[in-house]
């Protein structure tokens, strides 16, 4: 079939990475990606059924392969040459609409779960992800053996599909993936309140610092799951101000202003480049050296940084999170979220019913078909500034 | 003799009109035959001997006993005097405060008096840096006072520090710095630029908390002080009178002294500010176009800079002391005297140039609020009897209007521009949703108190006076202003005056009459 797929060649990432500065484009051209014939692969065993892809989003984490700016870390979790594509709301084969919760977690690799009823993202030992019947691989769409979303078709195991309602339309299903990520994000923030025994100690101040996919999908789970707060949100570009108040937002501010949004909010004290106190927590979603170091700086002592933006190499003067007494807390994907009365939720069932009352499809602002991969990669880079959320391939018949 | 202020009607051989843009110039020339200019007096002549004129007010006061009877050893003398809002710009030393001060210290002296305190009565304005308390008071009583702690600022927000005096009749709570209600003797010690200030206002508003201006310095009385130069049709000083008499009836015995100041605001190389256009001379014109052409390539900043340290060549032209409504009343027949210039009829279109500088911004930016304040504070305010422009006029003003503004003294004027006027421009509405939180905010109570930070809620007090004005006009145009600012003002953005005339026609239609208010210097518009 004709797909998408990332090679290994330490040539092709090295001149993405140099050349993405000046073009995106161009950086997709001479980069690891390549659109072309790829055998079809195998069925990695039983319990895999064939998915066909509908819609399949560009992820951050995408533009970050394709431009070469990826983690040396991934290298060892992830094998070559694969199809990229983790956001996917696709079909089944006898016709039902799917969306794919892409962590290869113990059930797809044999392994024994941490827990009868567990979701593929949970456990605290991450061996299952380079061992078993599959190939290394952290996710569908970066693993050699299952395929991605950005093919035709790929191969999904029982763990993670999820059947969606008829009234879902796929541009909302598209926003499943990145959704549950946000929702992550919020229990996160809640079990960061709840620890600390705020939650009834309103008002709760959080910020969100930018407002790409993952920041607004943050302003809406902590709308819906972490109700007491007030969410302040820093974004850049116009259409993400208007976004992010439909979400939810009490209140958005360019980026830079956020630190003063909240010192209003919350009363605090400026003291240099840092507020005496802060935000109760504060999401990340961009992950950079400059929004790390910011956040630190706008959340309470011993408050929780959440970081769902996905940093590379940063470059931090920690002295702050030392003397904050800062929790600094990574937030990779999704899994089991645990309620207030204790009892568990999938974090994707909650995600469904979230894009179904969110409204979800308004953030998908463009669709290509693979053909046509350059101008999508593109468009995806440059999102923000061409008035765009999400932009996905598109390979539903016709396209 | 110095001339007193006309109305010019602006013919075709009229030259353009100077207006001032900021820290820039520009000439804008107005349409004939339907457009007047008004002008302020010429400079009246300074006292001969203001220290003479001072000792004599003070041994021959209206209506109280003199100064040295009511001095004694082991009395409490509080000396207050205003803060750095006034004048504007600031006056060349010896400063008139300085020399009042002085002289009411020789007498005190004299009489054995050694529990003297004296406070700048600067209200919820930002504190003074010391070198602007050294140029209002001079080197001797700075040096005298300053390092012993004798010379402090009035603190709102000191509340061990405030005392209730009673109430008016209308349930208004008069609060004041304790010392102040404490003292044997307060001395008030007032430089008069305009008819607004003095009189109880001084006391009422200098040495107040929060809680006591708040009852005069909001949306309703703001809108109902017709005009801010005219005391008795000004809602703002009733309220102040009636707190007065409460601070006579039960408050400490106040000596007041006000002096008056003419209108030489500009010494060279700007003096030709002050000059009528079409009398320029070839060297004032060379000295406008060298001067504008130098200010337009001057970095914004530096040009700031230039215009902060000029120092006005203002002469006193009358000083009076004793009983504060006595003498206040006779203040005004001095700043009347100079400022009034009597206007027949209301206009279409008001036009204005903002200058670099208001009673909030000294020594700092005039920032996109109190270009507002100004405009349609002050400038709208210079009236007696009607406004200069009709009900549902336009106002049009000249001035840059860049969102830049000083991190220090107007740190809450940021998050005003942020926060507040991104939610509503309407003065009731904000102060219903927004003023108790930015009155009570630590932040900006920690810096009002211990840095040089307007108090909290001032950037609506600024908003406020301009209350008045933006109900009375129709729409208010900045020529020149950067438009995502002015727009964040609730006013409409124009690129040149003739753009501005052109939008202000779906106004007021296609041939309407224009007024411009010529600034400087100073005057009334006596409106009939």
């Known amino acids: ?134 190939e290394p691989g952290i996710q569908t769409g970066f693993c050699n053996s299952t395929g991605g979303g950005w093919a035709p078709w790929f191969w999904a195991h029982d763990s993670q599909i999820h059947e969606i309602p008829d009234a879902l339309p796929d541009e909302a299903a598209v926003l499943v993936e990145p959704l549950a990520g946000g929702i992550h994000a919020a229990f996160s923030v809640r079990d960061a309140l709840r620890r600390g025994n705020l939650l009834d100690r309103g008002p709760l101040v959080i910020g969100v610092l930018g407002a790409g996919t993952m920041g607004l999908a943050t302003v809406a789970a902590l709308r819906a799951h972490v109700p007491e707060a007030e969410v302040i949100v820093g974004a850049r570009y116009p259409h993400q101000f208007a976004i992010a108040r439909a979400l939810g937002a009490v209140e958005v501010v360019r980026s830079g202003d956020l630190a003063a949004a909240i010192r209003r909010r919350t009363g605090a004290h400026v003291i240099g480049r840092h507020l005496s106190s802060g935000a109760h927590c504060l999401v990340d979603a961009v992950g950079s050296s400059e929004s790390i170091s910011a956040s630190v700086s706008m959340t309470r002592p011993r408050g929780r940084v959440v970081l769902l933006g996905m ?35 999938r974090t994707f069932d909650l995600a469904i019913a979230l894009a179904q009352t969110t409204g979800a499809e308004r953030l998908v602002s463009a669709t290509y078909p693979l053909e046509r991969h350059v101008d999508a990669l593109a468009h995806a880079a440059e999102a923000g500034r061409r008035g765009a959320v999400k932009i996905a391939f598109d390979l539903r018949r016709g396209n | ?45 300074g006292l001969a001997d203001p220290d003479a004129a ?116 209308h349930g208004e709570v008069l609060e004041i710095n304790r010392r102040v209600a404490e003292s044997d003797l307060v ?131 009358s000083v009076q002391a004793g009983f504060t409504e006595t003498v206040h009343e006779r203040t005004l027949e001095h700043v009347h005297a100079q400022h009034i210039v009597p206007v027949e009829g209301q206009t279409d279109i008001l036009t ?88 009570e905010d630590e932040w900006y109570r920690h810096l009002y108190r211990t840095g040089n930070a307007y108090h909290g809620v001032h950037p609506f007090y600024a908003w406020y006076w301009g209350a008045h004005g933006q109900q009375w006009a129709g729409r208010v145009i900045i020529v020149g202003g950067d438009p995502a600012t002015v727009r964040r003002l609730g006013f409409t953005p124009a690129s040149t005056m003739d753009d501005a005339f052109e939008l202000a026609s779906e106004v007021v239609g296609r041939s309407p009459t224009i007024t411009h208010l010529h600034v400087p210097s100073v005057l009334v518009a006596d409106v009939h």
């Open chain 1, 1 to 134: 079939m004709r797909a998408l797929s990332v090679r290994r060649s330490v040539p092709r990432f090295g001149a993405a990475r140099l050349v993405s500065s000046i073009s995106q484009r161009s950086a997709t051209r001479v980069g690891p990606l390549t659109f072309g014939e790829i055998d079809d692969p195998e069925q990695p065993g039983p319990g895999w059924e064939r998915i066909d892809t509908t819609l399949s989003g560009i992820c951050g984490s995408d533009l970050a392969l394709a431009e070469g700016r990826a983690s040396a870390y991934f290298e060892d979790w992830v094998s070559f040459p694969f199809v990229p594509g983790h956001e996917i709301v696709g079909t089944r084969g006898d016709g039902r609409r799917v969306v794919i919760e892409p962590v290869l977690g113990h059930a797809a690799r044999d392994a024994v779960p941490p827990s009868p009823d567990s979701a593929p993202g949970d456990g605290d030992d991450y061996r299952h992800l380079v061992t078993g019947p599959l």
């Open chain 1, 311 to 345: 940093p590379a190499d940063v470059s931090l003067d920690l002295t702050a999170l030392w003397h904050r007494e800062t929790e600094l807390r990574g937030c990779y994907t999704y899994g089991t979220e645990t309620l207030d009365d204790g009892s568990s939720a």
């Open chain 2, 1 to 45: 003799m110095p001339r007193p202020g006309f109305v010019l009607d602006v013919d075709r051989s009229t030259p353009p009109m100077l207006f001032w843009h900021g820290e820039r110039f520009s000439l804008e020339r107005l349409p004939a035959d339907r457009s007047r200019v008004i002008y302020p007096a010429e400079p009246l002549p």
């Open chain 2, 54 to 169: 001072i000792r004599q007010a003070l041994l021959q006061p209206l209506d109280m006993e003199p100064l040295p009877s009511l001095l004694h050893a082991g009395m409490r003398l509080t000396i207050c005097f205003d803060d750095a809002s006034l004048s504007l710009p600031k006056m060349r030393r010896p400063d008139s405060r300085q020399r009042i001060i002085e002289a009411v210290l020789d007498m005190a002296a004299e009489a054995g008096v050694d529990d003297v305190h004296i406070i700048a009565a600067l209200g919820l304005h930002r504190r003074m840096h010391d070198y602007e308390l050294r140029h209002v008071l001079g080197d001797r009583i700075f040096d005298a006072f300053h390092p012993s702690g004798a010379l402090y600022q009035h603190d709102a927000e000191d509340h061990a520090n405030l005392v209730v005096l009673g109430e008016t009749d």
């Open chain 2, 187 to 317: 001395v008030y010690a007032n430089v008069n630029q305009v008819a607004m200030d003095g009189g109880w206002k001084s006391l009422v508003t200098g040495v107040a908390s929060y809680r006591c201006l708040s009852h005069h310095h909001n949306p309703e009385s703001l809108q109902n002080t017709r005009s801010l130069m005219d005391r008795h049709h000004s809602a703002l000083h009733h309220s102040i009178w009636r707190m007065g008499a409460v601070l006579r009836d039960s408050g400490p015995k106040v000596f007041q002294i006000e002096s008056t100041i003419n209108n030489d605001a500009f010494p060279s190389p700007f003096d030709f500010l002050s000059k009528r256009e079409w009398e320029w001379t070839g060297r004032d014109r060379a000295t406008f176009l060298a001067t504008s052409k130098a200010l337009d390539r001057t970095p914004r900043r530096l040009a700031r800079r230039i215009f902060h340290s000029i120092e006005a060549p203002y002469a006193m032209t």
């Open chain 2, 352 to 439: 204005m140039g903002i200058p670099f500088i208001s009673p909030y911004n000294p020594e700092s930016i005039m920032n996109p609020v109190l270009v507002m304040c100004m405009g349609l504070g002050y400038l709208f305010n210079m009236y007696r009897g009607r406004p200069l422009v009709r009900e549902g006029g336009v106002v049009i003003m000249t001035h840059p209007t860049t969102k830049e503004f000083h991190p220090v003294h107007h740190p809450s004027y940021i998050d005003f521009f942020d926060e507040v006027l991104a939610d509503t421009t309407d003065p009731a509405e904000m102060s219903q949703r927004w003023e108790r939180k930015y009155a």
